[in-house]
């Protein structure tokens, strides 16, 4: 198969620059409370030899399903049990993960298809929102892996039965490795069965699939309903219809997405640490650019009624980062920056159609080269700050 020089540089730039930003300064990373209970429950775990039915608890003081703890469990006997080598384990999966989504498109995709998915990745790759969520202790940090196999089996779940059982087999790990997730889910199944060709499905081997892993969420559905009926402490409805409308309304999903992926979303991390990060001429220049560049190529998108010149990643597009955006405002999901890692490389694909506009894909490599700079600067100052005491980061851990 032939694939042109600049192709070759784009997978070697999304392995090289990926890879360097997510292995480089091992010991900057995040570890709090929610951190140290991962760890807490992978070591109850070894020592009882009992995998937990419940993960640690969400901000709304639902648990999270057990598999979310259950891959870290397999991980510590490779990396160990300890929050460094937990931590590691997020970060060489990442890597993979690039890796993974680069090999996709090498052997899966063509034409503009090609294109537009590895200029995804690659501004994935560099993305300074990816560089911190990265460097967490969460469950929802190996998602990313686990998203891609979902989306690439969803491509292919007509070829065989075999793709469908395994599609079936991964959205039964994604829904419960974080609940975000189960939306990605919902949304990509309502896009099969909107498929004039559905009948093409095996169906029952996604069902049979499905059930063969998903069978752990019993315990979890229990726990939820008795959360929702006040029979568990802490229960109650989590959600008041003033809170769901006002989630509604706010249309998180959208701008949280947009400053995701323009890399203008540090002050997140960073909180008051943010105004000294951007002090900086260069890293100051580098987010003006990147907030003029992302509004100038979405106004310019909109304006041409938002082409779309792919041809398979289409519905992926439409079903999955679209799909998921309505469920979740529909059911008024407080959206978290962290909720888009189960979309993988998605909301990035989606960025670089925006960023190309016509025939140009400088606005796509301008982007990356300045989101490379603010994620290296980033890194730099979280070394010598010490991290970012009091903010959403924390200060550096001293293991």
């Not at 029979?231 to 947009?258: C, D, E, I, Q």
């Not at 925006?354 to 730099?380: C, D, E």
């Amino acid at each position: 198969m032939r694939i042109d020089r600049t192709t070759l540089a784009i997978i070697l730039a999304i392995v090289v620059a990926g890879g360097v930003l997510r292995l480089a300064a091992p010991h900057e990373f995040e570890f709090k409370a929610d951190e140290a209970r991962m760890v807490d429950l992978v070591r109850d775990a070894r020592t009882t030899g009992d995998l937990p039915w419940l993960g640690m608890a969400t901000s709304q003081g639902v648990r999270n399903p057990g598999m979310s703890v259950w891959p870290f469990v397999a991980l510590s006997y490779v990396f160990g049990a300890d929050a460094f080598g937990l931590t590691q384990s997020v970060r060489v999966l990442s890597v993979v993960a690039l890796i993974a989504a680069a090999a996709f498109a090498w052997w899966r995709l063509r034409g503009d298809d090609q294109r537009i998915w590895l200029a995804g990745v690659l501004l994935a790759a560099v993305n300074p929102i990816e560089i911190v969520l990265l460097r967490k202790l969460w469950a929802q940090s190996i998602l990313p892996i686990f998203a891609l196999l979902m989306l690439w089996l969803w491509m292919d779940r007509k070829r065989s039965w075999r793709h469908a059982a395994g599609l079936g087999a991964a959205a039964a790990v994604i829904a419960q490795i974080h609940p975000s997730g189960m939306f990605v889910v919902a949304a990509l199944l309502a896009g099969a069965l909107w498929d004039r060709d559905r009948r093409q499905v095996r169906w029952a081997a996604a069902v049979l699939g499905f059930l063969a892993l998903a069978w752990p969420l019993y315990f979890w559905v229990e726990h939820v309903i008795e959360m929702a009926t006040g029979a568990a402490p802490g229960g109650a409805l989590p959600m008041s219809p003033k809170t769901w409308l006002l989630n509604v309304v706010s249309f998180r999903y959208v701008h949280l997405l947009l400053s995701n992926v323009a890399g203008v979303a540090m002050r997140h991390s960073l909180g008051s640490h943010f105004a000294a990060f951007v002090a900086h001429p260069v890293v100051f220049v580098a987010h003006v650019a990147l907030i003029v560049m992302t509004l100038f190529a979405l106004g310019r998108w909109l304006l041409r009624r938002c082409p779309m010149p792919v041809n398979e990643l289409k519905p992926l597009l439409v079903w999955g980062l679209l799909g998921t955006g309505i469920l979740m405002t529909a059911a008024g999901v407080f959206v978290q920056r962290h909720y888009y890692l189960g979309l993988f490389p998605l909301p990035y694909v989606a960025f670089a159609l925006v960023l190309r506009g016509g025939k140009s894909w400088m606005p796509v490599y301008v982007v990356a080269a300045l989101q490379l700079v603010v994620s290296a600067a980033f890194l730099i100052f979280i070394h010598t700050n010490g991290g970012a005491p009091g903010a959403e980061f924390g200060p550096l851990p001293h293991f």
